[in-house]
């Protein structure tokens, strides 16, 4: 008995419906099944091997359909969300949204999910293509995800920010464009310098520096950029940590929500504390905005509310999160727009 012969026979046995075809019919539905469903051969090819028409292969692998002669399953790894990842999409205009399952444990005081970086990393390596330029940002997130990089077309690696602090270069960062690079085998233009500076004048000496100035120019360039959200909250986020208690109180009482890049938001989407951007080595949002594909890569429920605030920006065009975050993004109160999609500024609404 062949292969065919025996899904036929499989088939007769799965349900009554099925018993109602003859066996020659239940053979040769069978066969069409196979060639189109698992040899991916089109109707026209079929009806040609089988002397039929288009429209008769049609009538059997619809009939085969009905009668559980076929089945057909969806599966995804088990630690990806496709429901929620769509309906993500879908609500906010996301290219792609990539939803990973929450630890069982999680809080909302806990950290990002460990899985995001490696799963954002797989995405990269689907998005990124040959020859495109690669932007990284300074955030745990993205340097998990750099060092979960196994694969990845050529392309040039350049960073976007500078560091959390240029005494941990090695270790963050700068060490992340080194990795992505690395597997790539393309090009590496780090930046070594701190994100903030103490006052705007130390800032535009530094990106007047030969190294920080090339990576600069190279902003312009970025086809796919991966990036990070942080809360306006100690721990979370890496600008915050970096300013005085009176800093800190200044931007908050402009209602600061999340932070990106160094870029700061309120709850709206709407950037706030401009003047900040004055004092930091970072690519400057409206650069961003017309970057094709931003991927923003944060988790976890402490996160929640700053990354849907982020999203609101415009500035982002995908997410890797998590269900807990997910779940809090679909019940919010919906975006007027579909703010990736159509990368609205908010504050030009």
Same mark, same amino acid.
């Given at each position: 008995?062949?292969?065919?012969?025996?899904?036929?026979?499989?088939?007769m046995s799965?349900?009554?419906?099925?018993?109602?075809?003859?066996?020659?019919e239940?053979?040769?539905?069978?066969?069409?099944?196979?060639?189109?469903?698992?040899?991916?051969k089109?109707?026209?090819?079929?009806?040609?091997?089988?002397?039929?028409?288009?429209?008769?292969?049609?009538?059997?692998?619809?009939?085969?359909?009905?009668r559980?002669? &076929?089945?057909? $399953?969806?599966?995804?790894? *088990?630690?990806? @969300? /496709?429901?929620?990842?769509?309906? !993500?999409? =879908?609500?906010?205009?996301?290219?792609?949204? &990539?939803?990973? $399952?929450?630890?069982?444990? *999680?809080?909302? @005081? /806990?950290?990002?999910?460990?899985? !995001?970086? =490696?799963?954002?990393?797989?995405?990269?390596?689907?998005?990124v293509?040959?020859?495109?330029?690669?932007?990284?940002?300074?955030?745990?997130?993205?340097?998990?995800? =750099?060092?979960?990089?196994?694969?990845l077309?050529?392309?040039?690696?350049?960073?976007?920010?500078?560091?959390?602090?240029?005494?941990?270069?090695?270790?963050?960062?700068?060490?992340?464009?080194?990795?992505?690079?690395?597997v790539s085998g393309g090009?590496?233009?780090?930046?070594?310098?701190?994100?903030?500076?103490?006052?705007?004048?130390?800032?535009?000496?530094?990106?007047?520096?030969?190294?920080?100035a090339?990576?600069?120019?190279?902003?312009?360039?970025?086809?796919?950029?991966?990036?990070?959200?942080?809360?306006?909250?100690?721990?979370?986020?890496?600008?915050?940590?970096?300013?005085?208690?009176?800093?800190?109180?200044?931007?908050?009482?402009?209602?600061?929500?999340?932070?990106?890049?160094?870029?700061?938001?309120?709850?709206?989407?709407?950037?706030?504390?401009?003047?900040?951007?004055?004092?930091?080595?970072?690519?400057?949002?409206?650069?961003?905005?017309?970057?094709?594909?931003?991927?923003?890569?944060?988790?976890?429920?402490?996160?929640?509310?700053?990354?849907?605030a982020?999203?609101?920006?415009?500035?982002?065009?995908?997410?890797?999160?998590?269900?807990?975050?997910?779940?809090?993004?679909?019940?919010?109160?919906?975006?007027?727009?579909?703010?990736?999609?159509?990368?609205?500024?908010?504050?030009?609404?």
């Amino acid at each position: 008995m062949n292969s065919s012969e025996e899904n036929a026979v499989s088939a007769m046995s799965a349900g009554r419906s099925a018993l109602r075809m003859g066996p020659a019919e239940l053979v040769q539905a069978a066969a069409m099944a196979r060639r189109f469903y698992l040899e991916g051969k089109s109707k026209i090819q079929i009806a040609e091997e089988f002397g039929v028409s288009r429209f008769k292969v049609a009538r059997v692998l619809e009939t085969a359909l009905e009668r559980d002669l &076929v089945r057909i $399953e969806i599966r995804v790894p *088990a630690e990806l @969300d /496709a429901e929620r990842s769509d309906a !993500l999409r =879908a609500r906010y205009g996301l290219r792609h949204a &990539v939803v990973v $399952e929450s630890p069982a444990d *999680a809080t909302e @005081d /806990a950290p990002d999910p460990e899985n !995001l970086g =490696a799963v954002a990393a797989d995405l990269l390596g689907e998005l990124v293509n040959e020859g495109d330029v690669l932007g990284l940002a300074w955030g745990r997130s993205t340097i998990h995800m =750099a060092a979960s990089l196994h694969r990845l077309p050529q392309c040039t690696v350049v960073q976007l920010t500078g560091v959390y602090d240029a005494g941990t270069a090695e270790r963050g960062s700068v060490e992340a464009v080194r990795r992505a690079a690395q597997v790539s085998g393309g090009d590496a233009h780090p930046i070594y310098a701190p994100m903030l500076l103490p006052d705007p004048a130390t800032a535009a000496a530094l990106r007047g520096q030969t190294g920080i100035a090339r990576a600069f120019e190279y902003f312009d360039k970025v086809t796919v950029a991966a990036v990070s959200i942080g809360s306006w909250e100690t721990g979370i986020s890496t600008v915050h940590d970096m300013l005085t208690d009176e800093e800190r109180a200044h931007y908050a009482s402009l209602g600061v929500a999340a932070e990106m890049s160094a870029h700061l938001f309120d709850s709206e989407g709407r950037r706030v504390g401009r003047d900040l951007g004055e004092r930091c080595i970072t690519v400057e949002a409206d650069r961003l905005r017309r970057i094709p594909e931003v991927v923003a890569i944060a988790g976890g429920l402490r996160k929640a509310s700053a990354i849907g605030a982020v999203l609101r920006s415009g500035l982002v065009t995908s997410l890797v999160t998590d269900t807990a975050v997910a779940d809090y993004l679909l019940t919010e109160s919906a975006p007027g727009l579909r703010p990736a999609l159509e990368r609205a500024d908010p504050d030009d609404l």
